[in-house]
């Protein structure tokens, strides 16, 4: 013979499953307000007092039937029914648990409800609950119908168990509520929630799945906006925020700071308590799999912003070190590489000026047509042009900047010789410098000693092309070029009609 049993759940249990469904108390609130978006609502209102909070919707409200199902215990109502019926929104709830949360943060609640003709209230006492015994039954209390509120449903959180902040409530929202969908706003104390905005380098996405698609968007932020807070990926259903995940990120060291974004999968199955998801899934499988790619993708964008703003300062500190060098010049014209030429007037001095010749009167169209007739043609029309030096550019990351002297010019290149390559080499007029020399390394960590490095390496390929008789001299031409470069007296070079002495300055010591 076979008999039944009843299986019957204690009703501390539930209350346990309530608080203890969400790790923080504040996340019942976005619970609600998510409530509220699947029935339709338009506006939801939370209002946050000492020992209360409210949260105020203008969906379309419960009937009888409606309360009924509200208030059972993992109803499948919203599986069956995954769109809502007016915006055809994707449903948020699937558990139908959420509402015992509210136990997590307060002693008591109430849902008040209004759908047409019909309107009711319906207390949950955590104590009196407790105190009832196996009685499973709420009081409803019916209230008549007040057309000016119009049809929605109002839950009040009383006898709060702690002090919640407008601040931390808003906060949970912009995490874990849709509120980019159109015709869907909330408040906070009567001010709008916006939703987050992030500026950068964005990289939309949309890729397919057999279970469907994958959608969102990568953030690079700028350097200055970086941040340890809120690292990694939000990784949203159906709009919501379920966790956080870094997709290989923490290997990436510092720069994880300027990564930030979202990405929905609304196809993802997730755990009970809303905190993470069935990681042995073929949907998560697929899933992982397509974020490895946009992961790839997102890393090589990242890598190359940061050569370009790495460039960009390399090209900055190669810019002041060569303009040093060049006003060590205008001081030493004599070390030019190109010969002694004279010092240009005040009016043309500056970066590649040095040794400009006062440039020859134009000719008028009558002395032009002169020459052209009597086949005569002018000296500097004779000169053959020697074509300059082919600059050998390793890598695309290169910088590349003239030190100009005179109509002559030496190239000055940065590039990346790797680290067992020579610190710097010269062909013809192209000094190169190599970026991935150990002491280069060292010496970028700080931008004076940068300066003061490149300069050195300059100097020294600028005092090796006169061709000097022995080392001695050109290092001598190198540290008179070098302490030149770095001289706190700024006044220039002395004028054309002021000569002085070759390869020394005007106010150096006698």
């Known amino acids: 013979m076979t008999e039944a049993l009843p299986v019957t759940v204690d009703k501390s249990h539930l209350i346990t ?24 609502a338009t506006l939801v209102e939370v209002t946050i007092a000492e020992n209360q909070i409210e949260v105020k919707d203008n969906g379309t409200g419960m009937d009888l039937e409606g309360l009924r199902q509200y208030f059972i215990v993992g109803s499948a109502e919203k599986l069956r029914s995954p769109l809502s019926p007016v915006f055809k929104r994707n449903r948020i709830g699937q558990f139908g648990i959420g509402k015992f949360a509210c136990l997590s943060a307060c002693k008591r609640f109430e849902v008040l409800t209004q759908k047409g003709d019909f309107a009711a209230r319906v207390v949950f006492d955590k104590k ?78 949309l890729e397919g799945t057999s279970f469907g698609p994958v959608v969102g968007e990568i953030v690079i932020l700028p350097e200055s906006q970086a941040s340890a807070e809120d690292l ?43 905190s993470g998801f069935i990681l042995d899934a073929p949907e998560h499988r697929a899933f992982l799999s397509v974020m490895e790619k946009i992961m790839k993708e997102t890393r090589g964008l990242l890598d190359q ?27 030493n014209p004599d070390f030019s590489p190109f010969g002694v030429v004279p010092l240009a007037g005040e009016e043309n001095r500056g970066l590649g000026e040095v040794g400009v010749k006062p440039q020859a009167k134009k000719k ?20 053959i042009r020697v074509p300059a030096p082919q600059l050998k550019v390793a890598t695309p990351n290169a910088v590349v900047k003239k030190l100009k002297l005179g109509k002559q010019a030496v190239t000055c290149c940065l590039d ?15 000094i190169y410098l190599n970026q991935d020399h150990p002491l280069f ?24 092309m006169k061709n000097p008789e022995n080392p001695r001299q050109a290092f001598e031409r190198q540290s008179r070029l070098l ?28």
């Open 441 to 464: 390394q060292r010496e970028s960590r700080n931008r004076e000693a940068q300066i003061l490095n490149i300069s050195r390496l300059v100097t020294q390929e600028i005092a090796l």
């Open 232 to 274: 990694g990926i939000e990784i949203r259903v159906k709009g919501v925020t379920v966790r956080r995940e870094f997709f290989g990120m923490e290997s990436w060291g510092k720069v994880i700071a300027r990564v930030r974004g979202e990405v929905n999968a609304d196809f993802l199955p997730i755990t009970s308590d809303r």
């Open 483 to 510: 302490r030149d470069a770095f001289r706190e007296d700024k006044s220039g070079p002395p004028r054309p009609d002021k000569p002085h002495r070759a390869g020394r300055p005007r106010n150096a010591e006698r």
């Open 416 to 430: 990346h010789f790797g680290e067992s390559g020579p610190e710097c080499f010269t062909e013809g007029t192209i």
């Open 305 to 331: 912003l940061s050569g370009k703003q790495e460039r960009r300062k390399t090209s900055m500190v190669l810019k002041e070190a060569l303009e040093r060098v060049h006003r060590a010049l205008t001081f």
């Open 128 to 205: 009196n609950w407790e105190e009832n015994g196996n009685t499973w039954q709420l009081p409803l209390e019916r209230l008549p119908a007040d057309p000016t509120r119009g049809e929605g449903t109002t839950v009040r959180l009383l006898k709060l168990n702690r002090i919640f902040s407008p601040e931390e409530v808003e906060l949970k929202i912009i995490e874990g509520v849709p509120l980019r969908e159109t015709n869907f706003t909330v408040k906070v104390n009567g001010y709008p929630v916006r939703p987050r905005m992030l500026s950068g380098q964005r990289i939309p996405f």
């Open 17 to 40: 499953i309530g608080e203890r469904l969400y790790s923080q108390a504040v996340e019942l609130v976005r619970e609600l307000v998510n409530n509220a978006y699947d029935a339709d």
């Open 364 to 383: 008028t169209k009558t002395e032009t047509i002169k020459a052209s007739l009597t086949g005569t043609k002018e000296a500097d029309e004779k000169k």
